[in-house]
């Protein structure tokens, strides 16, 4: 399930502690003047910010303002609203009120997952820091055998952000390949395979071990020990990354696979909708000696590089 995280506008536990005691002992902070009080929202995050705002009328005032969100949104804030104004039944800025929602509310918009790609895929924005975060569910991968139901079955479940993912049950050539073609904002970002060893339970109600019990958590888990897994990052740019690790983790939990790093640069054409960037990535185990099963395949996600929502399992580098 995903964490709570404080949301845009909403207030974090103690702030209205913090607030009662400025205004009865009447220390001034109400008398600041705005732009004083925009100068220090503008070195915090998103978060900060709307805790901040219910101290006194000047950070309520200044976290109103354009400019402070605007400050806090990706350079290509325009290109990803294209997303949510694509969305079905979905028109933040109301077509010919265009320009009426506040940057503000725009921020806020991003922050929630925009589903595109026939909702396989989404991405949204990391609150903290306002980068771009992404996620590609198993139905938007090419793997192979998947439509064979003695090799793979996909099968629901509630720990998923698209609340299925695909069970590999036995194969002999195990390979998953994927393509992001999206504009990032300039940064660094890491690629993840999302993967659980263990058979996950049939039934969206099965409680908070969605992947299974410990009881039966180990079953059909074969051939990861024999050989190891290789994962593949390239980018249209001529940036390369191969690593290479075997999947000996304990059954019974979910783990992030690091598939490698890509480096998104400046749109120095200044067009404000970010460099283009074409992702190709893949994991394989193709020694055909033996069969290997029992791994759930969820998703493949990109994150702004330090940031992780759950345990990173690093793999070894290996020359290309």
């Known amino acids: 399930p995903r964490a709570a995280e404080p949301g845009i506008g909403s207030m974090g ?16 902070l109400g008398d600041m003047p705005e732009l004083c009080a925009a100068e220090v929202l503008l070195r915090l ?7 901040l705002a219910r101290l006194n009328r000047a950070f309520r005032s200044a976290a109103a303002a354009d400019f402070v969100w605007e400050a806090k949104l990706p350079e290509n804030y325009g290109y990803l609203m294209g997303f ?6 979905e028109d933040v800025e109301g077509g010919g009120k265009r320009g009426a929602v506040g940057k503000k509310e725009v921020y806020a918009r991003l922050a929630k997952a925009v589903r595109f790609d ?12 306002g980068m771009v975060c992404m996620a590609l569910s198993s139905k938007s991968l090419v793997i192979t055998g998947i439509d064979d139901r ?16 695909a069970y590999l049950q036995q194969i002999w050539w195990f390979e998953v390949v994927g393509e992001i073609d999206f504009r990032f904002p300039a940064g660094t970002y890491s690629l993840y395979f999302r993967l659980h060893l263990g058979k996950p339970s049939s039934s969206r109600h099965a409680g908070r071990r969605g992947c299974g019990s410990e009881k039966n958590a180990g079953s059909g888990i074969h051939g990861w020990d024999r050989k190891p897994v290789r994962f593949q990052l390239s980018t249209s740019d001529g940036q390369n990354a191969v690593s290479q690790r075997y999947l000996d983790d304990e059954p019974g939990s979910w783990a992030l696979y690091h598939a490698g790093d890509f480096v998104v640069a400046p749109d120095t054409e200044e067009h404000g909708q970010g460099r283009p960037v074409r992702v190709k990535f ?7 000696t033996h069969t290997k099963g029992g791994l759930c395949v969820d998703s493949v996600l990109v ?17 290309c």
């Not at 536990?13 to 001034?28: Q, R």
């Not at 949510?84 to 039944?89: D, F, L, M, P």
């Not at 026939?118 to 820091?129: A, N, P, Q, V």
């Open 150 to 165: 003695r090799y793979w079955v996909h099968m629901p479940n509630t720990e998923s952000r698209f609340q299925s993912v």
């Open 84 to 89: 949510v104004r694509g969305s079905a039944g």
């Open 45 to 51: 995050g998103a978060p900060d910010i709307c805790r």
């Open 118 to 129: 026939d909702g396989k895929r989404e991405f949204w924005l990391e609150k903290s820091t």
């Open 282 to 288: 893949s994991m394989a185990q193709i020694d055909c």
């Open 303 to 319: 994150y702004p590089r330090g940031f992780r929502t759950e345990r990173v399992v690093d793999a070894q580098s290996v020359s």
């Open 13 to 28: 536990a103690g702030a209205s502690d913090l607030a009662a005691p400025a205004e009865a002992a009447g220390s001034g």
